[in-house]
């Protein structure tokens, strides 16, 4: 595959850089737009797949007017629950599709790119995002960014691939619905249980991408979670991260460094309905999963707004591995000192390029 050549503005200190779909550049643009929106509604639309499994299947009218079709749906669920969560490299390419309806940018030159390849080749990663977003459209945003500039092409002369694409974490729920958890394996995302993310870091043990033939290496995630979820509206830049220190250790535990991220324009995709301490966010926090009411274009659900999307990548956190075996539990105090440096780059990436990505009166807020 043919490097992925950017655009970029007068250089400074917040420059950004246009991304390019390389490997969707042989077709029409109008044919491109048309595919990113289909892959786009599917996206959201496998997030609603309980909500509308339940408007067919529990409605009498179906069942004594189109019973055939019931019975399709029912069969087409089956598949999706039966088949086994396995990546798919080519579903991140997709997302490439979705950098012109989003006019997506980044803030890594094509030397930084480069340099993370090779480090990362050495060192381990975390990479952490926020905020998460009503649904997180810039999730696959992420995973076509990194598979297109954070790698390098395998060669002639035999030398490999090398990538900084490793696996992800998803709520225990989404392996439970129906076509998302397909979506999910594709993008090589499990469970992001503890447990299941530092067994992934140590052991290289992550059931989609394990499946798919493949070790990884580095992980990325929303930590935000569902808290994020509900502070969650167009123009709002509230993360939810100051009490929660579970990535801090899990760094400290593992020796990755982590990578602070932040998305401009991640919460603009859907007007949010729900309230933080609301009827449906206590119910949210019981099962894990967020449970909201939201709308987009049109008022309509499942086609979201299209607001210009720029991801900025801080450098890595130096961070000393703590030998728990034999030094015991990881002082609270390590722990404050790492997450207080996690909070600190977050800030400074986001008033660093708050100007250049077009929110120049945004402000930050950690909850």
């Known amino acids: 595959m043919p490097r992925a050549k950017v655009q970029k503005s007068e250089k400074s200190d917040d420059t950004l850089y246009k991304c390019v779909p390389v490997d969707w550049q042989w077709m029409p643009k109008s044919v491109r737009w048309i595919l990113g929106w289909l892959n786009i509604i599917a996206f959201v639309l496998a997030f609603l797949s309980i909500p509308i499994l339940c408007l067919f299947l529990l409605n009498p009218y179906a069942w004594r007017w189109w019973p055939e079709m019931n019975y399709t749906i029912i069969a087409i669920t089956m598949v999706s629950m039966l088949l086994p969560a396995r990546e ?7 997302g490439q599709l979705w950098y012109e309806i989003f006019d997506f940018h980044a803030n890594l030159t094509p030397e930084q790119c480069a340099m ?7 060192e381990q990663f975390i990479i952490g995002m926020h905020p998460h977003g009503i649904l997180p459209l810039h999730s696959w945003l992420w995973c076509a960014y990194c598979d297109q500039y954070l790698s ?3 060669t002639k002369s035999g030398q490999k691939r090398r990538e900084m694409y490793g696996f992800g974490g998803a709520a225990d729920i989404v392996e439970k619905m129906p076509f998302l958890r397909n979506i999910m394996g594709w993008l090589s995302a499990a469970s992001a249980s503890y447990h299941v993310l530092r067994r992934g870091l140590v052991e290289g043990k992550s059931t989609p991408v394990n499946n798919g033939g493949r070790t990884p290496k580095h992980l990325y995630m929303l930590p935000g979670g569902v808290a994020e979820v509900f502070t969650s509206c167009p123009g709002d830049n509230t993360i939810v991260f100051k009490d929660r220190y579970g990535l801090t250790r899990l760094s400290l535990e593992t020796g990755a460094k982590l990578i602070p991220c932040y ?5 603009d995709f859907f007007e949010n309905i729900a309230t933080a301490d609301g009827f449906l966010a206590r119910l949210s926090r019981k099962f894990k999963m967020g449970i909201v009411g939201f709308y987009g274009k049109w008022g309509c659900p499942f086609i979201p707004y299209t607001p210009k ?3 900025v990548i801080g450098d890595p956190l130096d961070v000393e591995k703590w030998d728990v075996p034999t030094k015991g539990r990881i002082p609270d105090g390590v722990v404050h000192e790492l997450h207080a440096r996690y909070l600190g780059s977050i800030t400074e990436l986001f008033e660093k390029y708050k100007i250049a ?9 950690i909850k």
């Open 152 to 154: 390098t092409p395998a």
């Open 116 to 122: 993370n390849v090779e480090r990362g080749e050495d």
């Open 309 to 311: 999307v720029t991801m």
């Open 357 to 365: 990505a077009g929110h120049p009166n945004a402000k930050l807020v």
């Open 88 to 94: 798919w490299p080519s579903a991140r390419r997709w």
């Open 263 to 267: 998305v401009f324009g991640g919460t």
